[in-house]
């Protein structure tokens, strides 16, 4: 079985920050763009724990679907199962560039929210309990002072790829 794109990338080399994990075209023409949102050095630092990843995508999600200015080309944000970063999906042919303000803004949003995590109840969560806002405030902070803010090259794009 061939060896999916995802896994060719260099983990041993692979920073924090925001790539672009892959472009799909719909039967309609449409371009989707996948990105991956490493918020840690894979097998170099600590993954971040379960609960905070859960509170983390809870609360982008919600941030990212409302947004006045791209809700309408968000497709899916979720965790890796790896739990070192997440993917967000989204419509149009985009670079990172493009979207580090969106980021910025998301995870200012995480790192400053206050309250009732959004859709963590037992009517709208299948494991409402399974959340570390404390964790998930702390994670999305240094990810937004130590990448987002100071976003290079090397955290832009994959080790060894063009994309």
Known sequence: MEKIASFRIDHNRL???????????????????????????????????????????????????????????????GPMGCCTGNYLIMQGDLQPEQILPLLKETFRFISDFEGEIPGATPADCG????????????????????????ATEENLRYPGNEQ
Do not use: Q
Request: net charge positive.
């Open 15 to 77: 920073l924090r920050g925001v790539y672009v994990s892959r472009r799909d075209i719909t039967p309609n023409g449409d371009v989707i763009t996948t990105f991956d949102v490493r918020l840690t050095e894979p097998n170099r630092m600590k993954a971040v724990s379960p609960e905070a990843l859960h509170t983390i995508e809870h609360l982008a999600a919600t941030f990212l679907r409302n947004h006045p200015d791209w809700k309408d080309k968000i497709v899916y944000w």
């Open 127 to 150: 494991n409402y309990l399974f959340n570390d806002l404390k964790e998930a405030k702390k994670v999305a902070g240094k990810f937004l002072v130590e990448v987002l803010e100071k």
